[in-house]
């Protein structure tokens, strides 16, 4: 899946269709997940990462979650889940397992 931002908005295309969500304020980041098939948006304000948006494929908005400490920093993937480094800055991030279910950072 192609994930594109423009002027700070992002789009795909799923099954020939150009998603882009308008809940997103300030897109600074995404993924695609391919093992639970979401989107993965990374939000927030002058440059900073606030907030993790869900979408599913087709462009709907699941859940979003805050960060738990800091600011979001950017995506990992490890034995196929998903998840986020958090921090105030690079060098002191703790990295945090995304559970769909529950809807939690872990």
Known sequence: MKLTIESKEI???YEGVR???SEVYEAL???YDENSDKVLVLCGERGVAQELMIFDTSGNYIFSL??????FQHF???SGSAGVACGYDLQNTIIY???YQKQVLE
């Open 11 to 13: 789009s795909w295309t």
């Open 97 to 99: 397992k995304i559970d």
């Open 76 to 78: 990992t993937f490890s």
């Open 29 to 31: 980041g995404a993924t």
């Open 19 to 21: 998603i882009q969500p």
């Open 66 to 71: 805050g960060s738990p400490k800091g600011y």
